[in-house]
Structure formats: structure tokens, C-alpha cells
């Protein structure tokens, strides 16, 4: 007897992503369109068993996309988010029909997805309240301050696992051979794929290893011998010295707000839990246990870029 195989949910809905559609005919973005029109919003994009699916669906499963995936715009992705949309839909249609959101697990479900949504917005109306222009602007203050003439490098990294493979690559970069291309077929880092590129950044600000060996060298040099670091062993050049530059406040506006918001969450939770009455109990809920101690401050330091 043939066994029935029913794929998840999760394989099918990869599947119905992997599959390449064209939107043809559409010069206009079709984000764009739906932003000039805003009776677009009622605009019915898809019908299941007669219920419908709205353009607005569409254009929030399209933001809700990776940023990398948004920049081939909604057009290319147009099709893809349409039958997602569809088999979610058909699901919830045939769900409905036994009733299981009578069901308790649905309902627990429910329950805990209403909390975090409570929960975030009450956090994010506190934080919107003191994120004014005047604290974005006094963060990017003291940001150019501290960043203000700093020394900055960029370099390449090829990261192996060991000495001997670390040496033998020095070996080959004196030779003639080309470092970035080395690190495409040899590094075992995210980078790998960038020639090792590690973008720019200043003392400190990388894993100390990398970081000191990197302001060691000159432009153009390659470290005579291997660098340890918790990571592996790295092979670093230097290509390029310079002054931080510091952009203006708008083009950093956003990052600056991701920031701000940050710590003002901390903040704000750690004010909270001053004024809230909790006790804490151990996992069999019959001895009472203290509360966790805090910093005084919440603001996070800027953690040091991993050299991958």
C-alpha cells in the first residue's frame, strides 16, 4: 500500500518562493503605484473560494521581506508573495471550517501573540515619545565627537583554521598571487565571498588580534606571519588609510534612531521594573529568589566587529 506524504507547510511555501515568475507589461514599481493611489488599498488582488485578498497584503508581505530581497522591488517578487498569500489563505478557509480556532491550542496561540503585540506597543509608544528631534540630534553630537578625526583602516582577511595552511598562503601572496582571489577559495569567514573584505573601521573597533596587526602595516603589505585570534589563524592586508569621515545628520538619521531606541527601551523597562511589585520563585515554585542585578546604565557599548 502506497503511504501518502504530505510536505509541511514550510518546504511547500519555500517551494512556491523558489518558483521564478515575470510581471510583464509594468514599467511604474508597483509599490509606487500603490502609494500614489491610495484607493489601491481596497483593490482585490486574488479570490479563494470567493474570499479576498487584498493589494494592502500584498505591500505588507513585501515589507516584511529581508532588505535585501526588497531592493529587486515588488514587481519581482509580485507573483511569489501572491501564492503564499493564496495557500495561507486556502489553510485558513479549511481550518475555519472544522472550527479550530475554538481549538485551546489556538486560542493559547492567540493569546500569547495578543501579549507580545500589547507589549511592543505599549514599549514603542513610550519610546516615541521621547525619541524627539532634539535627542536624535544630541546623539549624533556626541557621536561626531567621539568619532571626530579618528584613524580608520580597510583591509582583507583570508581566515583558515590552521598555521601551517595560514603560512603556506603568505607564501603564495609573495609569490605574486592574487589576495583577494585567494580569500574566495580558502577563508573559511562570511567575508570569503568579498575577497575578505572587512570594510573600514578604527583601533579597537575589531577583534584586537586583527585590529592591532591591521594599523601595524602599511598600504599594500600583508602580515609576514600568521594572526591567532579566537576565530583561527588570519592572513591581513592593509589597503587603504584615511581620516573617519563623518556623514551628515540625515543620511545617518535612521541608524541614529535604531540607536536612540535601543536605549531607550532599556531605560524605560528598567524604570518599569523599579516601580513594579515581582517575586521571583525557583522552577518548583517554593523558593523565593532574588532578582537578577543590573547595570545602572543600559546603553549598550558598541560590541567589536568579528573578523568572519
Known sequence: MNRLVIPSLTVFLFVLCSIEHGVGGERQPLLAQAKKNPSNQGIIVAKVVGQPIYQKEITAAFRALPPRARR?????????????????????????????EDTQIVKSQLKRAEDMLVRDAYLGDLVRKQMTDEVLKKEYRALVKKNKGLDEVRSRHILVQTQKKAKKLIKLINTGQNFAELAKKNSVGRTARRGGDLGWFARGEMTKPVSDAAFKLKVGQVTKEPVKSDFGWHVIKLEEKRKRKIPPFDKVRKMIKARVGQRLSGEIVLELMRQTKVERFSFDGKQPIAAPRVKASTQKSNPKKQPK
Open 72 to 100: 529587486a522591488g515588488l514587481q519581482r517578487h509580485y507573483n511569489n508573495l501572491l501564492e503564499n498569500l493564496v495557500v495561507s489563505k486556502m489553510l485558513t478557509i479549511y481550518g475555519r471550517r472544522l472550527k479550530l
